[in-house]
């Protein structure tokens, strides 16, 4: 008698959406099953990986992943073209992180121009990121998305205190929108739904349930992706059914594993080697939890993932 695998099917469906212009287009989600599980059911686009850019030099990351950028560092534009050109970045991710009320608290109106000249300078599809600082950023994602008007990009995050101002840009300049909300199906489940009823349509709207570093709450982290997955699958849930998103560099590249010198642990290996390992599990790990959008800093991190994807797929 010969063996049959046995297959799960399930009635709901991961929403698909598509950001960027023209053939530089990306689209992530529209999986039938869990990740990966072609056997069971579609699968039609793989998760895209988006590099990490600031618009300005980046003082909170170490050394071993700083280094790798600090010719171009100091100008957004020059770090973007450098993913796309040098790194063959299929996606940017600009973080506004100057407009931070304790990081340099630059203006909307600076924000907008930084915007407009990253856009001006690649083709690749752009998101756009506030600092998370929820009062600042509703006025400076507000002129981010007018002016990168007409070009489809993600902006976010959008949070349970700034999404009502941020919901009316993204609408009114025709963008994707990424709902953050703090490691709770039920607080994502509810920001969903809260945009929804703004008139804000559900199939361009990304889910960020927030993620954790690996050894500071991944399996948690990963827990919490799962479910949110499961319910739109198996419980048919539409507001469960956007695609995740993961930003993994920013809570990889500040743990003591990635920044504590071979000096001070000489037992862990070499600083370089352990922190790319680190980024790397981390979003293995939220790639294989449901995430389809990954934000990530170091080369190698990103080329061993990609690695790890085509494996899979």
């Not at 600090?70 to 973080?95: F, M, T």
């Amino acid at each position: 008698m010969s063996f049959v695998i046995p297959k799960e099917s399930f009635n709901g469906k991961v929403l698909a959406v598509d950001f960027g212009k023209d053939d530089k287009a990306l689209e992530i989600g529209g999986e039938t099953c869990l990740p990966f599980l072609t056997f069971e059911g579609e699968v039609p686009n793989r998760p895209v990986i988006a590099y990490e850019i600031q618009d300005c030099v980046p003082d909170d990351w170490p050394d071993t992943v700083k280094n790798v950028y600090k010719d171009v560092s100091g100008d957004p534009v020059a770090w973007a073209k450098y993913c796309q050109n040098e790194l063959k970045a299929k996606a940017i991710a600009l973080r506004l992180a100057s407009t931070h009320p304790d990081r340099g608290n630059r203006s909307a109106e600076d924000a907008s121009k930084t915007v407009k000249d990253v856009l001006a300078a690649v083709t690749v599809p752009l998101i756009i990121l506030g600092s998370n600082h929820i009062e600042k950023d509703a006025s400076v994602l507000v002129a981010a998305a007018q002016a990168a008007s007409g070009n489809n990009c993600i902006i976010g995050k959008a949070q349970e205190g700034n999404y009502k101002t941020i919901v009316a840009a993204a609408l009114a300049h025709n963008h994707k929108l990424i709902a953050m909300s703090e490691l709770d199906i039920n607080l994502a489940k509810q920001l969903n739904i809260l945009i929804t009823q703004m008139g804000f349509d559900k199939a361009k709207l990304i889910t960020d349930p927030m993620c954790a570093a690996l050894g500071y709450g991944l399996e948690y982290t990963y827990s919490v992706m799962e479910r949110i997955r499961l319910a739109g699958l198996a419980q048919n849930d539409p507001t469960m059914q956007p695609p995740i998103v993961g930003d993994v560099g920013m809570y990889v590249w500040k743990i003591k594993e990635t920044v504590a010198s071979e000096t001070d642990v000489p037992d862990w290996g070499a600083l370089e080697e352990r922190g790319i390992a680190w980024e790397t599990v981390t979003a293995t790990s939220m790639m294989l939890a449901g995430t389809n959008l990954l934000i990530m800093r170091h080369p190698k991190a990103v080329e061993n993932v990609n690695k790890t994807i085509k494996e899979l797929v």
